[in-house]
Nanobody
Framework: QVQLVESGGGLVQAGGSLRLSCAASGPTFSSYRRGWFRQAPGKEREFVAA????????YYADSVKGRFTISSDNAKNTVYLQMNSLKPEDTAVYYCAADRRVGIATLTIEYDYWGQGTQVTVSS
């Protein structure tokens, strides 16, 4: 069983940066693929970024490509999302997710474990 806890959300002005962290419990987390999703009020949860268990492969939604960077530190059982050049439309609750299967996953149904979410608010 893997438990995920996100942190690092907050209020930031447009153009600013935030770094989200997702700390995982469980001895085998380093072998899990990970992802970040977000959900704005009244909208469905959407894919943001994903990384393979080794960190060798990453994938981004078009809306964040070039602005966000996903990374992981297996020694710390933590996955990060560095968010730069933030826009008001990035405002959402951000969730990290993990799954023990290999590869990259971009759909919510492809992840078995979820964190509780952290709020990111970008003011204009």
């Amino acid at each position: 069983q893997v438990q995920l806890v996100e942190s690092g959300g907050g209020l930031v002005q447009a153009g600013g940066s935030l770094r989200l962290s997702c700390a995982a419990s469980g001895p085998t987390f380093s072998s899990y693929r990970r992802g970040w999703f977000r959900q704005a009020p009244g909208k469905e949860r959407e894919f943001v970024a994903a990384i393979s268990w080794s960190g060798g492969s990453t994938y981004y939604a078009d809306s964040v490509k070039g602005r966000f960077t996903i990374s992981s530190d297996n020694a710390k059982n933590t996955v990060y999302l560095q968010m730069n050049s933030l826009k008001p439309e990035d405002t959402a609750v951000y969730y990290c997710a993990a799954d023990r299967r290999v590869g990259i996953a971009t759909l919510t149904i492809e992840y078995d474990y979820w964190g509780q979410g952290t709020q990111v608010t970008v003011s204009s």
